[in-house]
């Protein structure tokens, strides 16, 4: 489990770094409403999911749902970290999982905060 880097988007306009993805990663929730988990799918075949671990219940009692992502063969997605997606272990981060046919040697991703 790797756990990504938060990036500053910046007035000048430099775009964020990408770098590959594991089945498991970790990032930062930020405030969440300003941070992104940006993920570019190069394989031109297989569509990819990325699904986020959400911690907890809901007031039924039963356990939250996962959110899951479908990001199309040659695709990107900008997904929002949303806070109810925080681990609540203190580090403030969340786990995502990426999965798909094909492996992800062609998928990159950048987590990217606003502001």
């Given at each position: 489990m790797a756990?990504?880097?938060t990036q500053n988007l910046v007035d000048a306009g430099t775009p964020p770094t990408f770098g590959a993805v594991s089945a498991?990663?970790?990032a930062?929730?930020?405030n969440g409403r300003n941070t992104f988990y940006v993920i570019k799918n190069g394989d031109g075949v297989n569509a990819k999911t990325?699904?986020?671990t959400v911690s907890?219940?809901?007031s039924y009692g039963q356990p939250n749902p996962d959110p899951a992502i479908t990001v199309p063969a040659s695709g990107e997605r900008w997904i929002p970290l949303r806070k109810e997606y925080d681990k609540a272990d203190g580090t403030g981060r969340c786990d995502i999982a990426v999965t798909g046919t094909g492996g992800l040697g062609s998928v990159t991703a950048a987590v990217v905060r606003l502001g």
């Open positions: 756990a990504l880097s498991a990663d970790t930062e929730v930020g990325v699904t986020i907890g219940t809901n």
